[in-house]
């Protein structure tokens, strides 16, 4: 095929089974296109419902598990493993081909979600949430590398929709989902929270027949070292500084544990650079991507945007259940406009994107969307209209919708196509590691500074006629005040709802003090993201996919190496007589 540029069938190999080269990397049918995101799209579903099921859900689960003010155990355990294994997915996705890492991670997910499943208590939730986290890894980053092969940047958003209406289902319908079995004593004889994980077996399988029979990518294998050193180093460096984030407000910053932690982790993080140096491009994270502004300033930005958004998505459903009162089930619908931002952020960008070729402004205006966003989240009180708070969430969701996918586009246009998959998961790795890193930043902070915001909110409304005149008429409800003294609420939260409205409303006042302290957080970190996206180059947008980009290199280099085939004597070509 001369034009690997045009759009034609991926042919199979030449006749007589010798390797195809450069025919293998042709560009794809709209059809085939199509064919193949439905694998895609069934993978990410799975990982979509999973993030968004949990939101709702969470409360119940740490409630009936006893570990309220341990939650941020699960949630962290799952981001630590998933950030860590998405560099891993990327590069040996690069080097072996996709299709079998991207059945690998749905295998794993599901093994992962039947252990949650099983989970007796939160230390146990949390492990097995780690090797749910394991899969989750590679069906993110990998459906996106996937989509940069076969898809050129300008196009991509013609199929951009697609993924978008999978996200914004699950984004819907997880919540909804979550809060039904959270809201259920039992299904079958099984608590109801634990079909939030069960759920995902029959949607895994179906994802992995899907996958199998669909997703079929032709690949040349180019074999290298795998960085194993470099990927240990990074275990030894994130584990311990994740681990002190959530654990060192009950250790002490300055405890022996807690320097430990820090040295072990700084140790670990200097052995990984030396690693990644030692390796040159067979690194995990090659250190010469990051000399290319578009990936440093992708990945800087990513870590920014991972850290404002998983704390938003933690602390919104937390504020909606315990200050405003609402079910696990109504607070999934209440976020629905989070998810409505998001999707018309998006596909607005997307289609701009495509029509113009330009995309420098889109995480801009996302980046100034988001932090006004913060701001006004730190401005929510406990008697704020709910109408309001929606508002800002459409906010949010339309700052999130205008960075995400446009700063993926940009890294992907900026690498050579033999390098999609590691700068990829690369922008992935960092925004996960963001999230990581926010999630227990924000939810220790949380937690730490709840337990006196709550006592000071009693201390405020214990001289006011209105409490005083609930506590007379149900004197029994002061003994359970006593648990908001002595942090035994911190552990389940469900007793608010046998309390009166009056004698549970400093609570809730003190949740919502406590929250805007995280916010206020968040935005700092976020104006911070601003100025870095200034920095993002503007590079015209390729034409052409990264498969058939390879496909007209593998032509070239066949072309060049003929003639000199041809005049070397040693060369089987010529004979010998």
Request: charged fraction near 10%; hydrophobic fraction near 50%; proline fraction near 5%.
């Amino acid at each position: 095929m001369s034009n690997a540029s045009t759009t034609a069938t991926a042919p199979a190999g030449p006749p007589g089974g010798a390797p195809a080269k450069a025919g293998m990397s042709a560009d794809f049918t709209h059809r085939q296109i199509l064919t193949i995101l439905a694998g895609l799209m069934m993978g990410m579903f799975l990982a979509a419902l999973d993030q968004t099921i949990m939101a709702t859900a969470t409360r119940t689960i740490a409630d009936d598990l006893h570990g309220f003010d341990m939650q941020a155990w699960a949630t962290t355990a799952f981001l630590i493993t998933s950030t860590i294994s998405t560099p891993l997915y990327g590069k040996l996705s690069d080097i072996y081909g996709r299709r079998g890492f991207f059945l690998f991670a749905i295998g794993v997910f599901i093994v992962g979600s039947v252990l949650c499943g099983l989970a007796q208590n939160m230390y146990e939730l949390a492990a097995f949430r780690a090797i749910q986290g394991i899969g989750a890894g590679g069906l993110m980053s990998l459906a996106l590398a996937i989509i940069g092969d076969i898809v050129p940047p300008r196009e991509r958003a013609r199929y951009q929709g697609f993924f978008l209406a999978v996200f914004g289902t699950a984004s819907v319908i997880g919540p909804i989902l979550g809060g039904f079995f959270a809201g259920q004593e039992t299904i079958l004889g099984v608590d109801g929270w634990r079909w939030v994980f069960y759920l995902n077996v029959p949607i895994g399988i179906a994802a992995m027949a899907v996958v199998a029979k669909v997703l079929h990518l032709p690949h040349h294998r180019t074999d290298h070292r795998i960085d194993w050193p470099g990927a240990l180093a990074l275990i030894v460096g994130l584990v311990p500084l994740l681990t002190v984030a959530e654990q060192g407000r009950d250790w002490g910053w300055d405890s022996p544990r807690a320097i430990a932690c820090f040295v072990i982790g700084a140790l670990g993080l200097v052995a990984f650079i030396f690693a990644e140096r030692a390796y040159g491009d067979e690194a995990l994270l090659p250190l010469r991507l990051f000399r290319n502004r578009t990936v440093a300033v992708g990945a800087t930005s990513s870590t920014i945007i991972g850290m404002a958004m998983f704390g938003g998505l933690m602390t919104v459903p937390l504020y909606l259940q315990i200050v405003k009162g609402s079910s696990p089930t109504i607070a999934g619908l209440q976020m629905i406009p989070f998810v409505v931002g998001i999707m018309a952020g998006s596909i607005t960008a997307g289609q701009l994107i495509s029509r113009t070729g330009r995309y420098r402004i889109f995480p801009i205006i996302g980046s100034v969307l988001m932090a006004a966003s913060l701001g006004l989240f730190a401005l929510v009180g406990a008697d704020t209209p709910l109408w309001k708070t929606m508002l800002v969430m459409v906010l949010m969701g339309l700052g999130l919708g205008g960075n995400m996918q446009p700063m993926i586009t940009a890294v992907q246009n900026a690498v050579s196509p033999r390098e999609i998959g590691v700068a990829t998961s690369s922008v992935t790795f960092f925004r996960s590691m963001g999230g990581t890193l926010g999630t227990a930043i924000f939810l220790s902070v949380l937690f730490n500074v709840l337990p006196d915001k709550i006592r000071d909110a009693y201390h405020t409304a214990a001289s006011t006629p209105g409490f005083q005149q609930a506590i007379a008429a149900n004197p029994k409800q002061g003994e359970l005040l006593q648990q908001t003294q002595s942090g035994g609420a911190l552990s389940d939260t469900s007793f608010l709802g046998r309390l009166a409205d009056a004698i549970a409303h400093p609570f809730k006042v003190g949740f919502s003090d406590s929250i805007h302290i995280v916010y206020l957080m968040a935005l700092g970190v976020m104006i911070i993201g601003l100025i870095v996206v200034f920095f993002l180059p503007e590079i015209p947008l390729a034409q052409r996919s990264a498969q058939a980009q390879r496909a007209a290199d593998a032509e070239a280099a066949e072309q060049n190496a003929a003639p000199a085939d041809a005049d070397d004597p040693d060369s089987p070509s010529t004979g010998r007589g």
